[in-house]
């Protein structure tokens, strides 16, 4: 089934270590395959409370935790990305998260996340921090002191809520999570599937042996 | 760093969905590449008792359970490859695992497996069972009834038990997993990467951004 205007929703989490592998790849991937990315900024927490996980499952296992720093460095080696273990994590994002929020449809939003992921993946800062997100809007040549504003209304409060409450109706478990023609894919591992999967380049079920 | 003699340890349980996808994959894969399979059955199990869990994390977590079901068929329609989801998961494989053990560094080992793991999740039957190896074996051209004796030793049981405690000790949290050059790697996803690291293809730290 191919569509007039594939499209794909990115569900990601700032604070999330294997979203920032996304973040940093998915507008060109998506672009190389004409497709448009839906950015879908959301809170992980709650949905992790949701499921009776009271933080990352990369803090709860320690085993696995301890793994998954070794499996981000060689993942941004692979991807050409830098890369700095961050001293907390995972990272509150709650101001940043709705500012992505209010820009998801303008233009400035691929970079913005970007910018704002690169901050806690390899630059070791806080990213919960008025003046910081304020100093990226300003760098990207927009009103910071309007836009941090707006972020802060009820309005867009209750719109981050909706977004969480969406996102958990819809099973999301994880982040990053993609929606490519009603299909959900989990994981930066699956973003060449899903892409694919939008462009409509893969037919639902292809059994070649 | 490149050995002269490039090899890679992957362990599995013929219980685990994402083994099955490696194990039909990594002959053709790490032959390609001049790296020899070291075949590492062990009970996945155990290892996840010791971390806390009663059973498969695919069977405690409902949403993820959900999504993995339908994560293997597009995976399998990927690689080719047919897909039926069990009827029982996990499967228990308790003695085609001891068989796998004496026969790890044998020729047939590679197609036993594989005619194993497709009775799980192909043909959607009980592997745990003396006839289906028998038939398995006889299929090969050995003979069955010896191995399946050997298989039952006390020596092997011992040894099918301390290649869980080796697992356990390296860390292994899941499978398929893979020992490359000391580096530890997760998941059938991670299967093309820890071959490269196998063959010297990849060196330590390359940040190319």
Redesign the interface.
């Known amino acids: 089934m191919l569509t007039n205007d594939p499209q794909i929703e990115f569900w990601f989490d700032f604070g999330s270590n294997y979203s920032y592998l996304t973040t940093m790849r998915i507008e060109a991937l998506a672009a190389a395959q004409g497709v448009r990315v839906l950015w879908k900024p959301f809170l992980l927490g709650p949905v992790f409370k949701s499921?009776g996980w009271t933080t990352s499952p990369f803090v709860l296992?320690k085993?696995?935790g301890?793994?998954v720093w070794?499996?981000m460095?060689?993942q941004?080696?692979?991807y050409?990305?830098?890369?700095t273990q961050p001293g907390t994590f995972p990272r509150r994002a709650l101001l940043p998260l709705r500012v992505a929020l209010l820009g998801a449809g303008e233009a400035w939003i691929g970079a913005f996340c970007r910018r704002i992921i690169q901050c806690n993946f390899v630059e070791d800062r806080e990213i919960d921090d008025a003046a910081l997100v304020g100093e990226i809007l300003t760098a990207l040549g927009l009103d910071a002191a309007a836009l941090i504003a707006a972020a802060g209304t009820d309005e867009n409060k209750l719109a981050m809520r909706a977004q969480g409450e969406e996102a958990m109706r819809r099973?999301v478990?994880?982040a990053p999570m993609f929606f490519a023609r009603d299909?959900?894919?989990?994981?930066n591992?699956?973003l060449e599937?899903a892409v694919a999967w939008a462009a409509g380049h893969?037919a639902p079920?292809?059994?070649?042996?």
């Open positions: 499921l296992q085993e696995k301890a793994y070794r499996d460095q060689r941004c080696d692979k050409g990305l830098p890369w099973g478990f994880g299909e959900m894919f989990w994981g591992d699956r599937d893969v079920r292809i059994v070649l042996a």
